[in-house]
Nanobody, 115 residues
Framework: QVRLVESGGGLVQPWGSLRLSCAAS????????VGWYRQVPGKERELVAV???????NYADSVKGRFTISRDNAKKTVNLQMHSLKPEDTAVYYC?????????WGQGTQVTASS
């Protein structure tokens, strides 16, 4: 069993920065894949960034060059550093952990980029 807790969301002005953190419990964290997703009302949840156990990361085209995902397996955390935030980045951001048949989600954290 893996439990995920996100933190770091909030209100930021356009072109500002925020850092989201996902803290995990469970002994299998280091071998799983962790992703950040986001969702706005009325739309499907979309992938923002994903990082595999070895550290290779992939990003949605809309955030490439602005967001960076990283993981610390010893601390069981995954961070999403977000720069140059745009109003269209406003959403609830979710952390997801996947390994084998296991699939776990956090409760989400709101990010709002608005003046």
């Amino acid at each position: 069993q893996v439990r995920l807790v996100e933190s770091g969301g909030g209100l930021v002005q356009p072109w500002g920065s925020l850092r989201l953190s996902c803290a995990a419990s469970g002994s299998i964290f280091s071998v799983g894949t962790v992703g950040w997703y986001r969702q706005v009302p009325g739309k499907e949840r979309e992938l923002v960034a994903v990082i595999i156990s070895g550290g290779t990361a992939n990003y949605a085209d809309s955030v490439k060059g602005r967001f960076t995902i990283s993981r610390d397996n010893a601390k069981k955390t995954v961070n999403l550093q977000m720069h140059s935030l745009k109003p269209e980045d406003t959403a609830v951001y979710y952390c997801r952990f996947s390994y084998g048949l296991g699939d776990y989600w956090g409760q989400g954290t709101q990010v709002t980029a608005s003046s």
